[in-house]
């Protein structure tokens, strides 16, 4: 499986995006960090997470893991309950 059939969006530059903020989790293929929206004012932050392309390109078993953690958080998002408010 090849990563591209698993992710939707590739960001050239996530700092055009967002701004980073801390980090506050780290993974076998990613960090993840507290977010805002670039030239956001709110104080709603995100968890964004960074995948090392190149761990999943040589490990099936990781790709799996995030392919399944991609379905859960399609789940997630129409959870109403669960939707952001960013």
């Not at 996530?14 to 960090?33: A, C, K, T």
């Amino acid at each position: 499986m090849l990563l591209g059939s698993a992710v939707d969006i590739v960001l050239s530059s996530v700092e055009e995006r967002y701004e980073l903020g801390d980090m506050i989790g780290v993974g076998h293929f990613s960090q993840v960090h507290c977010a805002r929206p670039a030239g956001s004012l709110g104080e709603h932050s995100i968890a964004l997470k960074g995948i090392e392309q190149s761990v999943l390109n040589d490990d099936e078993e990781a790709l799996a893991m995030l392919v399944g953690e991609c379905r859960a958080l399609r789940l997630a998002s129409e959870c109403s309950a669960l939707q952001s408010r960013v």
